[in-house]
T-cell receptor
Framework: ETGVTQSPTHLIKTRGQQVTLRCSSQSGHNTVSWYQQALGQGPQFIFQYYREEENGRGNFPPRFSGLQFPNYSSELNVNALELDDSALYLC???????????????FGSGTRLTVV | QKEVEQNSGPLSVPEGAIASLNCTYSDRGSQSFFWYRQYSGKSPELIMSIYSNGDKEDGRFTAQLNKASQYVSLLIRDSQPSDSATYLCAVNGGGSNYKLTFGKGTLLTVNP
């Protein structure tokens, strides 16, 4: 059974650019959730995708968008990057419409995005 | 605004001591509670979950939940230097059970 994998591990972008982050869900999981963790803060919920549809969104502007593919992998896209977008982006997969149910999430190793 | 508050820390304890980490939450409808450990530069890893009032023990870790007081804690017995990390409290349930709401975390340092 494979875990959650994210790519790339590190990324440096310039303000105003666009970025795409990728996540492969754990085998058998059909739900992917994305979180942003700024330095010194806890992870903040961005959105969740279930069966290719967005199922809930946190307090993030529309320039944060996502996709989920038929194999349940997912992308997070951020347009018009701002300096404050610099953070660790975490992906978690789960089965069904819950935050991981009784066992909580297993997070991927994350993508460290730096905007300069 | 649903909030999760943790004692700000940092918390420093000697090796072998008990470390106590605390968390309060604002949403009375919350149903599931989690403690994650995060080493510097790494992603969070789940160490404990609890759903019912009372204590839940797993090795050196004990989670305590009091829903009436909206309080959850984590005790680490016989603390080891390898326990040095940031501990994140996370809450799920109520009207938005599809997401976890995290506290800011408490940095724990265990001194040899």
């Amino acid at each position: 059974e494979t875990g959650v994998t994210q790519s790339p591990t590190h990324l440096i972008k310039t303000r105003g650019q666009q970025v795409t982050l990728r996540c492969s869900s754990q085998s058998g999981h059909n739900t992917v959730s994305w979180y942003q963790q700024a330095l010194g803060q806890g992870p903040q919920f961005i959105f969740q995708y279930y069966r290719e549809e967005e199922n809930g969104r946190g307090n993030f502007p529309p320039r944060f968008s996502g996709l989920q593919f038929p194999n349940y992998s997912s992308e997070l896209n951020v347009n018009a990057l701002e300096l404050d977008d610099s953070a660790l982006y975490l992906c978690a997969s789960s089965l069904g419409l819950s935050a991981g149910g009784e066992n909580g999430y297993t997070f991927g190793s994350g993508t460290r995005l730096t905007v300069v | 605004q649903k909030e999760v508050e943790q004692n700000s820390g940092p918390l420093s304890v000697p090796e072998g001591a008990i470390a106590s980490l605390n968390c309060t939450y604002s949403d009375r409808g919350s149903q599931s509670f989690f403690w994650y450990r995060q080493y510097s530069g790494k992603s969070p890893e789940l160490i404990m979950s609890i759903y019912s009032n009372g204590d839940k023990e797993d090795g050196r870790f004990t989670a305590q939940l009091n829903k009436a007081s909206q309080y959850v804690s984590l005790l680490i017995r016989d603390s080891q230097p390898s326990d040095s990390a940031t501990y994140l409290c996370a809450v799920n349930g109520g009207g938005s059970n599809y997401k976890l709401t995290f506290g800011k975390g408490t940095l724990l340092t265990v001194n040899p």
